[in-house]
């Protein structure tokens, strides 16, 4: 995720002059007037028309009226409903307003009064409802009944003497002939699929007997990066694969836990077909061999201290997966969350999380998205139908219900939720003890990469690099920065982040209490 835009998204442009307060609602939208194409000329001749429409059929009458009403009736619904998906008679549940793009010339222009959005008012509601009770952990017993081949693949205790969690698995001769040639994750990653083909090649040397059976070395990562998006974790993860106790992991992003192994990719694309936990054990096999040379003793270093991890973006927030199962239940929370399972299955698991200003991020991430006609006043729309929208769910709902309401997050034309990062740390709070999670900042990252990559290998309890390979880490370049093309659109408006800034700012307040850490704030960037 960008490292870049922490440069490219702190310039200001003092072009435009209008303010949050500018901003407009649009509970009384309805009531404006409304103009359609069709102007009615009052200076028409009435006789002239009555003398012909008596040489025109009753029933072409009729038919030019119809058509004349279902065409109004159209032009009316894309109007009032600002849907281009559906008509005025097929609302979602979340119906986006139409409201005026806020420019620099029309600010002057712009509602005032009760059209406003009362961020004073949202913010102080906010703060009030982030005072709540933890949520209720599942029972250990309900989350292994959702999946029991899940937790019967991986056992409950792992090998000793090894830092990344391993075991052995017992292999039968007849998978030999179609090794790796069924995992799904090939099918998308050709990289992997190239993993596979070398891992194949010399993967009899790397099983271990044991009488008359025979066992393969499986492990789960020993780390996951979990978030957030645009934060930087892209850049983290492949920094670490420069270290030699971690280079040999081989995918960032499996999103295994949030949507694969439910059968989804994008949730846009409807079920596709679930990726069972063997192919993401797989996605660690080149560790694993590596790691059992090490016990072998056949590799001229201790390999038992390498370990293995992953940095799905997805993990820390995405839980839509629950709602796009059969189920009866009742209400938007999903049942489970994705720390439920990783705790369960490996409750000794390193976690870390990597954030930056939410504002900005919002940004970086409208500007990553490939739309048509991107401009910093189609942000500044979006933000604002987002906020309202948000608004409207948390006057009927608790915070919690509206981060985790899936058809909200689907009708917000920005992934404004995404930056509530206490909300979801919180939740994971409630699995994983405070010293096994990592925060870091993005902000911190790109201003000092040598003592932020220190924090992250103490934290993994790996040794120090050398000196070539300090060298090679800074030297690295930039991983996933900002196209040419959005960093041509400069930055975002100065009432769009004032805006943003108001509205992120109880949640901040609140994690950096809980982090007894002032730079979360991000008061001064």
Request: proline share 5%.
């Amino acid at each position: 995720m960008s490292l870049s835009d922490c440069k490219y998204g702190s310039n200001n442009h003092t072009d435009y002059t209008h303010s949050l307060h500018s901003l407009p609602m649009a509970e009384n939208y309805g009531k404006r007037p409304v103009r359609t194409s069709f102007d009615v000329n009052t200076n028409l001749d009435i006789k002239w028309s009555l003398r012909n429409l008596r040489s025109i059929s009753k029933v072409k009458v009729v038919s030019f009226l119809m058509g004349l009403t279902l065409t109004f009736l159209i032009t009316a619904s894309y109007i009032l409903t600002w849907d281009r998906k559906g008509l005025l008679l097929t609302p979602s549940p979340y119906q986006l307003r139409p409201a005026v793009v806020l420019t620099s010339t029309a600010a002057a222009e712009a509602p005032s009064g009760n059209d406003l959005i009362d961020m004073k008012l949202l913010a102080k509601n906010i703060s009030s409802k982030l005072e709540y009770a933890p949520r209720k952990v599942p029972d250990e017993k309900d989350v292994v009944g959702t999946d029991s081949n899940l937790f019967s693949v991986i056992p409950r205790h792992f090998l000793p003497g090894i830092k990344s969690p391993c075991w052995y698995e017992e292999f039968s001769s007849e998978r030999s002939t179609d090794l790796y040639q069924r995992n799904l994750f090939t099918r998308r990653s050709k990289t992997f699929k190239t993993v596979c083909d070398h891992l194949r090649t010399n993967f009899q040397q790397h099983l271990f007997h044991r009488g008359s059976k025979v066992f393969r070395l499986r492990c789960l990562p020993y780390f996951y990066i979990i978030g957030q998006p645009k934060c930087g974790t892209t850049d983290l993860f492949h920094r670490l694969l420069l270290h030699p106790e971690v280079k040999f992991n081989t995918m960032k992003e499996p999103h295994w836990w949030t949507r694969k192994r439910f059968g989804y990719i994008r949730f846009k694309d409807g079920f596709q077909e679930s990726f069972p936990v063997e192919d993401y054990l797989d996605l660690f096999d080149l560790a694993a061999q590596n790691i059992q040379e090490g016990i072998s003793g056949n590799s001229s270093g201790d390999h038992r201290t390498l370990i293995t991890g992953e940095a799905s973006a997805s993990t820390m927030w995405d839980n839509q997966a629950w709602s796009y199962l059969p189920s009866d239940r009742e209400g938007a929370m999903p049942p489970f969350l994705a720390q439920d399972f990783i705790h369960t299955v490996q409750p000794g698991a390193k976690i870390l999380i990597m954030l930056r200003d939410p504002v900005e991020r919002l940004y970086s991430d409208y500007l990553y998205f490939k739309i048509a006609n991107k401009s910093a006043e189609d942000f500044h729309q979006k933000v604002v139908d987002s906020v309202y929208l948000f608004q409207s769910c948390l006057s009927e709902g608790s915070l919690r219900s509206c981060v985790y309401d899936t058809s909200l997050s689907n009708s917000m034309p920005v992934r404004l939720h995404l930056g509530m990062y206490i909300i979801f740390f919180l939740d994971w709070l409630t699995v994983f003890n405070r010293e096994q999670i990592l925060v870091l900042r993005l902000e911190d990252y790109a201003a000092n990469l040598e003592v932020t990559i220190k924090k992250v290998f103490d934290f993994l309890s790996v040794g120090p690099l050398s000196q070539q390979g300090e060298a090679a880490l800074t030297r690295r370049p930039l991983s996933n920065t900002r196209r040419t093309a959005d960093r041509n659109l400069g930055p975002m408006l100065p009432a769009t982040r004032d805006f943003l800034r108001e509205f992120h700012k109880p949640f901040n307040h609140k994690l950096a209490s809980v982090l007894n850490n002032k730079t979360f704030l991000w008061s001064n960037t």
